[in-house]
């Protein structure tokens, strides 16, 4: 069997009082049940899915494609686009897998019935998720195993897991993975042409704007009655979160770690060289001008959501700047 564990620990909090005691959370929850769908029914499963209409994920709409694309045969193009997808894609599953988790953990401790009715809905959403993302990957081409960057993701999902206040859960999730994931959902589905992804990508960002919305309610709400100290804690715990995003994967790829990058072997199969791909790719990375035009999808996303619910302050403010995490 391949999996991993992780020991986490939260208190559960019963509630005994079941009147709206957050209106807008309950009014969520309402809008929630009725924009369920099926991932089995709901997606024109009955298309067929062409290659050469899937586009590559792991590219930005409107820039140039690389050297090291370009120079392959249109076919060689093809099946390069479909296996980066593919590899792109599965990175994701892996990540809804562990909102799916961290859902359920939510449904335990948030203090509210509002949000703990609203949080029960998401765990379906983050199920049907890992439904629909698999069963796509599989007609597409594998799933692959987590790639260095999402290492990151991993480790941000780890520490949501085994956080010891609420408030760092919703933030970590609702406001920053989740805001995270609908801009890039969003992205992608400009990039592709094929008809079954496009509506993938459709229904799970209709879902995570809900996320979000989630997150934005209730810490906006809540962030104003905590503690300093536990307040400076949560800054805190935001800044790490986006910063283990934004760069432990190659933090980490400096200091030395020997990554197992599945893209390697794809590069192999394609006939691309794996190591002049990747200076290719770090030398265009490196132009400031270049990494401006492109998405970001901490910058534009999360941080907007981080500065609304009150966790960028003067304290704060610099070191998102001083990194380019800034909006």
């Not at 990494?291 to 403010?317: C, H, M, V, W």
């Amino acid at each position: 069997m391949n999996f991993d564990t992780i020991d986490t620990t939260v208190k559960a909090l019963w509630r005994y009082d079941y009147d709206t005691n957050i209106k807008a959370l309950r009014d969520l929850y309402e809008v929630a049940k009725k924009e369920q769908w099926n991932a089995a029914t709901d997606i024109p499963w009955h298309l067929k899915t062409d290659p050469a209409e899937v586009g590559d994920m792991m590219s930005d709409p409107g820039v140039e494609p690389f050297d090291f694309v370009k120079a392959l045969s249109t076919e060689k193009q093809i099946e390069l686009s479909k296996k980066r997808s593919a590899h792109m894609l599965s990175n994701f599953l892996h990540g809804e897998q562990g909102a799916m988790m961290l859902c359920g953990q939510l449904v335990e401790v948030v203090p509210d019935i509002d949000g703990k009715l609203y949080a029960s809905t998401q765990v379906i959403d983050e199920a049907r998720h890992v439904e629909v993302f698999h069963t796509y990957i599989k007609r597409l081409d594998k799933i692959y195993p987590p790639m260095p960057g999402l290492t990151a993701l991993m480790a941000l999902i780890n520490a949501v897991l085994t956080a010891d206040l609420w408030q760092m859960k919703c933030v970590g999730m609702q406001v920053i993975a989740e805001s995270i994931a609908m801009g890039s959902f969003k992205k992608m589905k400009e990039i592709t042409d094929d008809e079954v992804l496009k509506k993938v990508f459709e229904l799970t960002a209709q879902d995570e704007a809900r996320h979000v919305s989630y997150g934005l309610i209730y810490m906006k709400d809540e962030i104003p009655k905590m503690n300093e100290p536990d307040r400076d804690r949560l800054e805190d715990f935001a800044w790490t979160a986006m910063t283990i995003l934004a760069t432990n994967g190659l933090m980490e790829q400096k200091q030395g770690k020997k990554w197992v990058d599945p893209l390697e072997q794809i590069y192999a199969e394609v006939g691309v060289d794996y190591d002049k791909a990747n200076s290719e790719i770090a030398s265009r990375m490196s132009d400031p001008e270049a990494l401006k035009s492109q998405p970001n999808p901490f910058r534009d996303n999360a941080f907007p959501q981080l500065e609304r619910i009150g966790l960028i302050t003067d304290r704060t403010r610099s070191k998102y700047v001083e990194v380019g995490l800034a909006g």
